[in-house]
């Protein structure tokens, strides 16, 4: 008895959508885009890394130390409004220092910050290890 009368109803609110396509009015009007790009978006990689020169070079200095092999983990950039030197990814359980070396042997001290999904490499440390932005290099991880 239901399906009495919920099959008229369906066919009812289907045949609708067809009527409103045969007359050639859209489905679902989407809204319109208005305004200009929020601030991350306008500004450039150089513009939105504020490390200094020389926390650069104390975290490049820094990334030659030793410290025991994590793994090697496919990386992608991670919040480029957060600063520093950071690697964060949902293997590290604690936060600690480490230190990032890449396949060319560009080495870096970072901040190892546990999180969730993919390995994230921020910004200044992609830049300073000249790592593609759009890239997903592979890099060593170590600890301590």
């Not at 490049?60 to 092999?69: I, M, P, Q, S, V």
């Amino acid at each position: 008895m239901k399906n009495l009368i919920l099959f008229p109803l369906l066919f009812a609110l289907s045949a609708c959508a067809v009527v409103d396509r045969v007359r050639g009015r859209p489905a679902e009007i989407a809204p319109a885009v208005t305004g200009r790009p929020g601030p991350a978006l306008a500004q450039s990689a150089e513009a939105m890394d504020r490390t200094s020169a020389a926390d650069k070079a104390a975290a490049l200095a820094a990334g030659d130390e030793g410290g025991a092999k994590l793994g090697s983990f496919v990386v992608s950039l991670g919040d480029p409004t957060e600063q520093g030197f950071w690697l964060r990814s949902s293997l590290v359980t604690a936060p600690a220092r480490g230190r990032v070396v890449t396949d060319e042997g560009a080495s870096i001290a970072v901040d190892l910050l546990p999180g969730s999904g993919a390995a994230q490499l921020s910004l200044p440390a992609f830049r300073a290890l000249g790592l593609p932005l759009t890239g997903l290099p592979e890099v060593t991880v170590y600890s301590g």
